[in-house]
């Protein structure tokens, strides 16, 4: 059974980047034939997809986002990665890694980290 | 830019049935799936590729998928059914998944 975790700051400072970083048990990132996806949900919101790495390391962002976001692989470690550029209070939101299936769902979550970007 | 549409709310009694739809262009040319999201929990697929359903997703949850419109049917909802629910399409003009606006289900 594929299992997610996020972790990384829960308060980040306007204008500065946002790092997170998903940890995979149960499969590889590097020879499991999926992508590697982020999403995430402001408070009271619905979902927002950021974009998602492939186990080559090819990746599609949200072209919403795409200026400032970027997605990477460590394999060594089974973790990947999501960096998010000059945020805003617009980026506080709960932030989740996911897994998807041959069909492009997403069976697999991690249980989401909340971001706050402030002062 | 590709866009799905969802009402906003449901409302449904107890034992019977609940209808959530998706509207997008060419949907039914898509495999669309369906996410139930309870406060403060990660989303849970409950159906993919139209109408299919994980494993341990109670039988009473189906999808249909034709045109430009995706259904979600909760038959005998029950009250633990009352959540929020996401569609979920790949738009493959723009190279991104997308996701409708959610649909808040109250069961009364």
């Known amino acids: 059974q594929v299992q997610l975790q996020e972790s990384g700051p829960g308060l980040v400072k306007p204008s500065q980047t946002l790092s997170l970083t998903c940890s995979v048990s149960g499969g590889s990132i590097s020879s499991d034939n999926y992508f590697w996806s982020w999403i995430r949900q402001p408070a009271g919101k619905g979902l927002e997809w950021i974009g998602r790495?492939?186990?080559?390391?090819?990746?599609n962002y949200n072209p919403s986002l795409k200026s400032r976001v970027t997605i990477s692989l460590d394999t060594s470690k089974n973790q990947f990665s999501l960096k998010l550029s000059s945020v805003t209070a617009a980026d506080t939101a709960v932030y989740y890694c996911?897994?998807?299936?041959?069909?492009?769902?997403?069976?697999?979550w991690g249980q989401g980290t909340l971001v706050t970007v402030s002062s | 830019s590709y866009e799905l549409t969802q009402p906003p709310s449901v409302s449904v009694s107890p034992g019977q049935t609940a209808s959530i739809t998706c509207s997008g262009d060419e949907l039914g040319d898509r495999y669309a799936c369906w996410y139930q999201q309870k406060p403060g929990q990660s989303p849970v697929l409950v159906i993919y590729?139209?109408?299919k359903r994980p494993s341990g997703i109670p039988e009473r949850f189906s999808g249909s998928n034709s045109g430009n419109t995706a259904t979600l049917t909760i038959s005998g909802t029950q009250a633990m059914d009352e959540a929020d629910y996401y569609c979920?399409?790949?738009?493959?003009?723009?190279?991104?998944?997308?996701f409708g606006g959610g649909t808040k289900l109250t069961v009364l």
């Open positions: 590729e139209h109408s």
């Open positions: 996911a897994r998807d299936s041959d069909s492009g769902s997403y069976p697999y």
């Open positions: 790495i492939y186990t080559s390391g090819s990746t």
């Open positions: 979920q399409a790949w738009d493959s003009s723009t190279a991104r998944v997308v």
